[in-house]
């Protein structure tokens, strides 16, 4: 997520680095009945909150349903509901 183009979730917003973030999985094959684990990763230096606690560039956090996501100074704001198409 980020300024540029090139992110998959580009948001049009000054305040964000060109790669603000990033939101990924982890599926671990010893316990496939489980649901994979959702990661976000702080690629920032303007600010990446995660239910308002500043994370700081590199810092990774396991990413919950219904978690609010705060990018930049002037705050894009969106609460988290991971979806998955997935299949063992």
């Known amino acids: 997520m980020g300024r540029s183009v090139n992110c998959d979730v580009h ?6 680095s060109a790669q603000h973030c990033r939101i990924f999985r ?15 990763e702080d690629l920032s230096s ?3 909150f995660l239910n308002g606690t500043k994370l700081g560039k590199g810092v990774r956090r396991v990413l919950t349903h219904g978690a609010k996501l705060s ?10 509901e991971p979806v998955f198409l997935w299949s063992p």
């Not at 010893?30 to 649901?35: G, I, R, V």
């Open 71 to 80: 990018l930049g100074k002037n705050a894009t704001t969106c609460a988290c």
């Open 46 to 48: 303007n600010g990446t």
């Open 26 to 40: 982890v599926i671990d094959n010893n316990y496939a009945d489980l649901d994979p684990t959702v990661f976000i």
């Open 11 to 16: 948001l049009k917003n000054q305040s964000l």
